[in-house]
């Protein structure tokens, strides 16, 4: 395993147990039966916790957080932080995982849940318990305080094992959820004040809605699943038809989820190039395509002629469904050239879109690196060879010039690597398999 990611898991779990200590020593006397309150929420964060919902397959969500901010702000005190840190191991000690997995996500549990205390105290909040009236500025910062560490701590950790910017890690993972987060501000009060208004009773209405939050995140994330099985459903439809471009759309999209990273998109316009590049080819489900794509041999000019039709049919195609019509320009002109020479509508330069641009790069880069009737599949120096021979020519140069001299550029070449941002739960596992193998390449 390598050996930052777990010196930074130790590092937090340091940083866990010194800021409990702090803020013991900060302020060391409690009121036990103010603590009835953070340990009946922290309760339902645990079966928050317990009753995950699936996000994909190797991926789960969980609604924990918030019943963890109710506590706090109910009584912000290392106490309080000591009970939602015994709650979080007991809800690790449920899940199959890793010692050091479980060490570390109890840990920036306990570390966020500190630094939303250190936070709330310090803007001058004071436990809901003792007063109902909002402070708004303490619970605003304590909330988004809590989230940011929460959520940083893990990028943190992503960037250090994968070697990139955690800052850019941490914003493509978190840009999409920023609309929840803003939620749960006003979700955390209702919480807290229901609980001081109604004592045990809230505790039900806190159960009914964690889960319908967890209902709603899980159908809303089922939906997206859905819908992206769907889609690849249909490419690989479409792709039968020619036994050699198996996976083709598959990859071309993972690569070009990497070439979007490498040049500084965000995760909105890395996800609308993700689509486009895995629809690129799906009109050659069109009959005209049909015995040409099973030809063996070489095209004549006439059955290249229609080939060259496959991006205006994929277009049209993608056309017909309106939450897609955003990306039809990127499918129909991905065979544009940058210098104007491709097709179907002869652009050049920027007058190209950009995702066309990317997606012709990713395209060509699955075409060198397959194997075909008539030569092997090029390696990793064959491909950077022939990028920089047409950099300018068919390939964007500025994008073509990002990636050769990106670190990332290898990624196109490791078959593990599936294009995006990983989930902490599977970084251990990526290292340790990539720790017994050579580097790949193609």
Not at 265 to 274: A, D, F, N, T
């Amino acid at each position: 395993m390598k050996t930052s990611v777990i010196a930074y898991v130790y590092a937090i779990v340091a940083a866990a147990a010194a800021s409990l200590v702090g803020l013991y020593l900060f302020d060391s006397n409690v009121s036990p039966a103010l603590l009835i309150g953070p340990a009946l929420m922290t309760l339902v964060a645990i079966g928050g916790a317990l009753y995950s919902y699936q996000i994909k397959s190797n991926t789960a969500g969980e609604v924990s957080f918030i019943p963890y901010l109710t506590a706090i702000v109910l009584y912000p005190s290392w106490a309080t932080l000591s009970i939602i840190g015994a709650g979080a191991i007991l809800a690790e000690l449920k899940k199959p995982k890793s010692p050091i997995k479980r060490a570390f996500n109890v840990a920036q549990i306990v570390f966020a849940g500190a630094s939303a205390v250190s936070a709330y105290i310090a803007l001058g909040g004071k436990a809901l318990l003792l007063s109902k009236e909002f402070h708004a500025v303490p619970h605003l910062g304590a909330v988004a305080v809590f989230l940011v560490v929460n959520t940083l701590s893990v990028a943190t950790a992503i960037g250090i094992a994968e070697g990139k910017s955690i800052l850019k890690t941490w914003r493509d993972g978190n840009v999409a959820s920023l609309a929840y987060d803003v939620v749960a501000i006003f979700v955390v009060y209702a919480f807290a004040r229901a609980y001081v208004d109604w004592g045990v009773f809230a505790i039900i209405g806190a159960i009914v809605l964690v889960y319908g939050f967890r209902e709603t995140y899980q159908s809303k994330h089922q939906l997206e699943a859905t819908n992206e099985e769907l889609l690849e459903l249909f490419v690989q439809t479409v792709e039968f038809r020619d036994p050699y471009t198996s996976g083709h759309s598959q990859r071309v999209r993972r690569f070009s989820r990497i070439i979007a990273q490498v040049i500084g998109l965000g995760p909105k316009e890395i996800e609308r190039v993700s689509r486009a590049a895995l629809l690129h080819d799906v009109g050659k489900i069109h009959e005209i395509f049909a015995p040409i794509l099973m030809k063996p041999g070489r095209l004549t000019p006439e059955e290249r002629a229609i080939m060259e039709l496959h991006p205006i049919k994929s277009a049209e195609l993608v056309a017909k469904i309106t939450t897609l019509r955003d990306i039809v320009g990127a499918v129909r002109h991905h065979h544009e050239n940058w210098d104007g020479t491709g097709y179907p509508d002869r652009l050049a330069g920027k007058d190209i879109p950009l995702e066309s641009r990317i997606i012709m790069i990713a395209d060509t880069i699955d075409a060198m690196t397959t194997d075909r009737p008539y030569r092997k599949a090029l390696g990793e120096e064959d491909v950077r060879i022939e990028l920089i021979k047409w950099r300018g020519i068919q390939f964007d140069p500025n994008i073509c010039d990002a990636l050769l001299n990106s670190q990332d550029f290898r990624r196109l070449f490791d078959k593990n690597d599936e294009g995006g941002v990983l989930p902490f739960a599977q970084i251990f596992d990526i290292i340790r398999r990539k720790r017994s193998r050579t580097p790949a390449v193609a």
